[in-house]
């Protein structure tokens, strides 16, 4: 390239975050929240844990292996190309055509594993919204790297007369292989100054004359007119090799197909397999997020109704971006579903009231997870879910109630089966103050057996009263108890607590402490490995008042102890090296 050339490129960094898949900070503040994405670094060369990144809420293995991941496992079939776990879709000032991504990494770097760009209002006008689409520039795989600051520069393709302008990315990553939590600075942005109407004319006319619609296997679904085929099928009967199976046979060898592709392809390939592939218990359960960028609302109503009349499990996490599934679409196509037993919405803009009244319909539904709806909705909606056990609201942006305190009453009364609560670090009202109280309240009075619950950063309105009536309770059940950043247990936090903590919760599997301003001694966790030998997950972040001595008596008595967070507690990380070493406990982290 030129010098005259190099002139040209424009260099930005990110003007806007539109959306996230999670994040760790709290409401109302910048630490660790995603909207620290925004701008230049604020730690150029400087490698740390610092509060001004962009930090999601996960990262490890070991969130896989939390109690009710036992219950949730993962739906359907995932592709191998598709690996993403979380995502940022970033904004930038002008368009370009990329040529260059610079990824400012200040802390455990690594995970970035997609880079897509958008075509919308830069070939793609703002009147023909419907045809614009997401487009793979950059794939890679997760990867650990050295633990110091890092620019990571994917290579993206070169510059041709092929390349899309855009000023929207969306980037995936996968932080599982990182041992600490990944932080983001900032994200540059290179490429070559985009003109409007430099081509966008002929562009736009070939996404219309090819009018894609949806992703290559549910088009192949879509457009499968069996009636159409039978009349130019020419049986060969000595090439007809499986006609002369019994019908038990070919479903159980097509029933080896995992992908959504495979399946597809197979259903168009004779009328007997399409039979098979449609009829009732053949595709029980469906992983739809892999193709959440093509994936539009009429195909999600005409497959409900068509193909996926039997489905129990369904996945639509990350659907709907942009809109192309509407709370309209997604309703009418729920509704064509009375035997499904799990839904998964993480991060589906077409969550609302609207929705899930539809959803109501599903009375066999037992597991819900809404995860991060940035769109209001009533939470009352779900009254009539009376089998409902697993419920996920965690990061919802605004959710409401019709007649707050009566509806409230009315809803857990309702769901009273319900097992697994999560609702850590909703942004809402409803759950700050006397609300929460409340909520947990007419938990307690109304739900037969609660397994576990997520009250991150959620319950510092909590009376100790109400806290204590809740253990009492189901102390005995509990297998998974989050409390993580709540300043509840700062005045109870004593020795005596601990002691009737840990004798009332005997099956504890998973307890988060994280930053909860209380101190625990060596006396408390010998009370923990006395009382809780289940224990296999524990969270300390923070936590202050012990020595290596009460580690050592925990991990003697928690022998199945898999993950340990000491870090920024009063054990230093020399100390935390040696416990490794001692309890061969490799996810000690420090």
Sequence with gaps: MSSGEETLVKEQYVGALTRYSSEYGSV???????????GPPSRLDDYGDHTSSLVFRT?????????????????????????????????????????????FETFCPGGLVRVLISDYETEIPKETKHLSRWRV???????????????????????????????????????????????????????????????????????????????????????????????????????????????????????????????????????????????????????????????KGDDLIHLSKTYFLHLTKLDLSWTGVDNIITSADAANGVKYLPNLEDLRC???????????????????????????????????????LVKLEYLDISQCHNLTYKNQISRQRTLFKSLSNLKWFLVGRTKSSMFIDESFEQIVQDLTTYCKE???????????????????????KFGQSLLYFDIGWSHLL???????????????CPNLEFLALTAIAAN???????????????????????????????????????????????SYTSIDIEDARKLKVQFCCNDIIF
């Design 346 to 384: 993480r991060n589906c803009e077409f969550v609302s009231t609207f929705f899930l009244d539809a959803v109501a319909s599903c009375k066999q539904l037992k597991v819900l997870d809404l995860f991060n709806a940035p769109s209001p909705f009533d939470l009352c909606a779900l009254e009539p």
């Design 520 to 566: 625990i001694s060596d006396e408390n966790f010998s009370a923990f490995a006395r009382n809780c030998p289940k224990l296999q997950q524990l969270d300390l972040l923070g936590a202050r008042g012990f020595t290596v001595k009460g580690i050592q008596n925990l991990l003697r008595g928690c022998k199945d102890m898999i993950f340990l967070d000491l």
């Design 490 to 504: 700062q005045d109870y936090g004593s020795a005596r607590f601990w002691t009737d903590f840990t004798g009332s």
């Design 59 to 103: 990262y490890g293995r070991f969130w896989n292996l939390l109690p009710y991941c036992r219950f949730i496992q993962p739906i359907g079939h995932q592709p191998d190309s598709f690996q993403s776990t979380d995502f940022i879709e970033i904004e930038y000032r002008e368009a370009v055509y990329p040529t260059d991504l610079r990824l």
């Design 137 to 295: 520039i950059w794939r890679g795989g997760a990867k650990i790297r050295k633990h110091k600051y890092d620019i990571f520069s994917p290579k993206l393709p070169k510059h041709s007369k092929r390349s899309i302008a855009t000023k929207r990315l969306r980037l995936e990553f996968n932080d599982q292989l990182s041992d600490y939590y990944h932080e983001l600075d900032a994200v540059q942005l290179i490429g070559y100054p985009w003109k409007k109407g430099t081509k966008a004319s002929q562009y736009l006319k070939q996404r219309i004359m090819k009018n894609v619609k949806v992703s290559v296997p549910i088009k192949m679904l879509e457009n499968l007119k069996i009636e159409d085929k039978r009349e130019h099928t020419i049986v060969h009967p000595e090439k007809a090799y499986f006609d002369g199976l019994p019908t038990e046979i070919i479903r159980m060898i097509l029933s080896n197909l995992e992908a959504l592709v495979d399946i597809a392809q197979a259903a168009l390939t004779c009328s007997s397999f399409y039979g098979i592939i449609t009829e009732a218990g053949f595709l029980t359960e469906l992983n739809l997020k892999p193709f959440y960028t093509s994936l």
């Design 450 to 472: 609660i397994r576990g619950v997520n009250f991150w950063r959620q319950c510092n309105a909590l009376t100790y009263g109400v806290f204590h009536d809740f253990i009492e």
């Design 28 to 38: 109302n503040s910048h630490t660790y929240t995603a909207s620290n994405i925004v």
